[in-house]
């Protein structure tokens, strides 16, 4: 067989982006603003109000320095605790070079000290989407009224297609899956692997392998979206197609 004999895919756990979110969602101020965006996001009053969102939820961190929050750091451990419940030991490990899935990985193998003797990997392909001009904003929103050509070009191309300044569309993230895709195949048939990564290259990876439209892509990123420390599992089939087939057994599975 041509495929490794596993692939298991863990997002990293909540970071303070993660916890940003949640607490937009929860602030009359953001939910003022949303109103504002979809009536008009050319009006002044959805300008002014992008800014108090801007002011209100400024991050310190660029996407590569994002930490875990203290919540993320608990969920990382709890999914090493039991983690060698739902998967075999891996023979390699790949992982993202970002902060928060460095550190994602370091709390599981404190759970489960026998991966500290794995080879590890950092492999840059599996990083997050270059978010680019969009994350001076933590917000496309935000930066569509601040910039609403952007929002425009958008809704034009498509989200798929759309590619923020200075950063990367969906297909391009795609791409890089495929590519590394290419290169388990070409190094790591028949081992177990396991990967230390991040909400759209795992979807990239499903689409890749499952086969799936751009259509079928942003249906799974907008209603099945992984979860912080989510499992994703496929198994190697020798019998399915001409050289083996990976076959996905569980998506977005939690152990906390």
Request: hydrophobic share 35%; charged share 30%.
């Amino acid at each position: 067989m041509k495929w490794p004999t596993s692939v298991t895919l863990v997002r990293h756990a909540e970071s303070a982006y993660n916890e940003l979110r949640q607490k937009k969602r929860e602030d009359s101020l953001y939910d003022a603003f949303l109103k504002a965006f979809e009536l008009d996001h050319r009006s002044p009053e959805a300008r002014r109000l992008a800014l108090e969102v801007k002011d209100r939820y400024t991050l310190d961190f660029s996407d590569f320095e994002m930490p875990l929050t203290e919540a993320g750091r608990n969920q990382a451990r709890i999914t090493g605790k039991h983690l060698h419940e739902v998967i075999s030991p891996p023979d390699v490990i790949f992982y993202s070079p970002y902060r928060r899935t460095c550190d994602t990985l370091t709390e599981i193998c404190g759970e489960w000290p026998g991966l500290k003797n794995v080879r590890m990997i950092e492999e840059d392909r599996i990083r997050e989407q270059e978010h680019g001009l969009a994350l001076l904003y933590n917000d496309r929103r935000v930066m569509h009224v601040l910039h609403p050509e952007q929002k425009e070009l958008r809704d034009l191309l498509g989200p798929y297609w759309y590619q923020q300044p200075q950063g990367e569309s969906v297909s391009q993230v795609r791409d890089r899956a495929r590519a590394v895709i290419t290169m388990l195949i070409r190094e790591c048939a028949g081992q177990r692997v396991l990967m230390i990564t991040h909400h759209l290259m795992i979807l990239s990876w499903r689409a890749n392998i499952e086969r799936l439209t751009p259509a079928e892509f942003i249906r799974l990123d907008a209603e099945e979206e992984p979860v912080n420390c989510g499992i994703t599992h496929y198994e190697g089939n020798p019998s399915a197609g001409n050289d083996g087939k990976l076959e996905l057994k569980f998506y977005n599975k939690k152990l906390y």
